[in-house]
């Protein structure tokens, strides 16, 4: 079993940066592929990111490409998600999952993870 927590998230302005990180307990991140999605009010939860568990191979969603940056630090088992030039439609719950798959198009699914955490809200005004 593996508890995922989600920090780093918080309200900023338009234009803003904040990173966000997915630490884990019970086993170590290391192994596991990790997604980065997000949930708006009223919206299904989209994929946002994603990198595979050796942190050779990333995928990012359209929405967030050239301003946001996924990354992992296996030593610190901890995986960050980067974001620059934040919009006020960047405003929703982030998500970190964690699983088992390598393959792109699987990594950019919701059903592909095993393990959620909680989310951390980001609220970008403008």
């Known amino acids: 079993q593996v508890q995922l927590v989600e920090s780093g998230g918080g309200l900023v302005q338009a234009g803003g940066s904040l990173r966000l990180s997915c630490a884990a307990s019970?086993?170590?991140?290391?192994?596991?592929?990790i997604g980065w999605f997000r949930q708006a009010p009223g919206k299904e939860r989209e994929f946002v990111a994603a990198?595979?568990?050796?942190?050779?191979?990333?995928y990012s969603a359209d929405s967030g490409k050239g301003r946001f940056t996924i990354s992992r630090d296996n030593a610190k088992d901890t995986v960050y998600l980067q974001m620059t030039s934040l919009k006020p439609e960047d405003t929703a719950v982030y998500y970190c999952?964690?699983?088992?798959?390598?393959?792109?198009?699987?990594?950019?699914?919701?059903?592909?993870?095993?393990?959620w955490g909680q989310g951390t809200q980001v609220t970008v005004s403008s």
């Open positions: 999952a964690a699983g088992w798959t390598t393959t792109a198009q699987r990594m950019k699914l919701t059903g592909t993870y095993d393990y």
């Open positions: 990198i595979a568990w050796s942190g050779g191979s990333t």
């Open positions: 019970g086993r170590t991140l290391s192994r596991y592929s």
